[in-house]
T-cell receptor, first 115, second 113 residues
Framework: ETGVTQTPRHLVMGMTNKKSLKCEQH?????MYWYKQSAKKPLELMFV???????ENNSVPSRFSPECPNSSHLFLHLHTLQPEDSALYLC??????????????FGEGSRLTVL | TQLLEQSPQFLSIQEGENLTVYCNSS?????LQWYRQEPGEGPVLLVT?????EVKKLKRLTFQFGDARKDSSLHITAAQTGDTGLYLC?????????????FGKGTHLIIQP
């Protein structure tokens, strides 16, 4: 098993669809993250979970809804997205997130296209 | 908001050449990380620098953290086609915080055979 796995790798959806991205980490880490990677922009932190509690929500629109049922799994639920939401969504984990992130271990990403 | 500016944005050179890419900020970071992201993959950590003036070497890659901990550079000697990728720098803000790492936009590096 690789460290952080994301599914699906590619997703095409219409603006009225509901879909979910899944992330699973096999590293025993306590913190998990969702990042958005768009062309010509820095990686944007969307959500942080530490010990299954959400600790950060960087003014992300409500059409993105995270869920962390346990320390190994993280979901990003998508609903009524806009074309500008098309991007690579990266999941990452780190040992802890207590004021210090340390090394991030990234998944391969889910490439999302919104039509 | 702490920003990290990376330059150049794009760089294409021949195999065997040397190159340096930069990561600059007006803010102080407690540490700075460099990641490499290959097409279709997520970023992978190359190195973390912590001390001002620190130099770390990873085979043909040399990383330096500025004395004031506001900037960093990555020098590659005798570049190889396998060095092709997106190089990202990421800073841990001094004093920590819930915002986590600040990322630069990256340098797209292409090494031509």
């Amino acid at each position: 098993e690789t460290g952080v796995t994301q599914t699906p790798r590619h997703l095409v959806m219409g603006m009225t669809n509901k879909k979910s991205l899944k992330c699973e980490q096999h590293l025993g880490h306590n913190a998990m993250y969702w990042y958005k990677q768009s062309a010509k922009k820095p990686l944007e932190l969307m959500f942080v979970y530490s010990l299954e509690e959400r600790v950060e929500n960087n003014s992300v629109p409500s059409r993105f809804s995270p869920e962390c049922p346990n320390s190994s799994h993280l979901f990003l639920h998508l609903h009524t997205l806009q074309p500008e939401d098309s991007a690579l969504y990266l999941c990452a984990s780190s040992q802890d997130h207590a004021g210090y992130t340390g090394e991030l271990f990234f998944g391969e990403g889910s490439r999302l296209t919104v039509l | 908001t702490q920003l990290l500016e990376q330059s150049p944005q794009f760089l294409s050179i021949q195999e065997g050449e040397n190159l340096t890419v930069y990561c600059n900020s007006s803010s102080v970071f407690s540490s700075l990380q460099w990641y490499r992201q290959e097409p279709g993959e997520g970023p992978v950590l190359l190195v973390t620098v912590v001390t001002g003036g620190e130099v770390k070497k990873l085979k043909r890659l040399t990383f330096q953290f500025g004395d004031a901990r506001k900037d960093s550079s990555l020098h590659i000697t005798a570049a190889q086609t396998g060095d092709t990728g997106l190089y990202l720098c990421a800073g841990e803000p001094a004093g920590g915080g819930a915002d986590g790492l600040t990322f630069g936009k990256g340098t797209h590096l292409i090494i031509q055979p």
